[in-house]
């Protein structure tokens, strides 16, 4: 098992920058498939970036180019970096973890979630 604890985000103007960390207790990070999720109010939670066991990222389309996923494996801590941030950016956003080898499965195959961290961006 894995404990997930967020870290970061706030309030930023259009166009700002906010990072989010994930520390993780328990089990080491390496072994699994890691997250990060976001749900707007009154929506639905959707993935915004993915970084494999083996350090692949992926990303949301609405991301691309503005977001990094990473990870610290000594530090058992995953990141995120936001950067040209937008209104639509605004969200509760999450830290997950899944089983390595149900890395690109749907949400419900995270099993495991950090409280969530709030990020709001005025325009």
């Known amino acids: 098992q894995v404990q997930l604890v967020e870290s970061g985000g706030g309030s930023v103007q259009a166009g700002g920058s906010l990072s989010l960390s994930c520390e993780a207790s328990?089990?080491?990070?390496?072994?699994?498939?890691m997250a990060w999720f976001r749900q707007p109010p009154g929506r639905e939670r959707d993935r915004v970036a993915l970084?494999?066991?083996?350090?692949?990222?992926t990303y949301a389309d609405s991301v691309k180019g503005r977001f990094t996923i990473s990870k610290d494996n000594a530090k058992n801590t995953l990141y995120l970096q936001m950067n040209s941030l937008k209104p639509e950016d605004t969200a509760m956003y999450y830290c997950?973890?899944?089983?390595?080898?149900?890395?690109?499965?749907?949400?419900?195959?995270?099993?495991?979630w950090g409280q969530g961290s709030q990020v709001t961006v005025s325009s």
């Open positions: 997950a973890a899944a089983a390595a080898w149900r890395c690109y499965g749907s949400t419900s195959t995270f099993t495991y």
């Open positions: 328990g089990n080491s990070i390496r072994f699994y498939c």
């Open positions: 970084i494999s066991s083996d350090g692949i990222t």
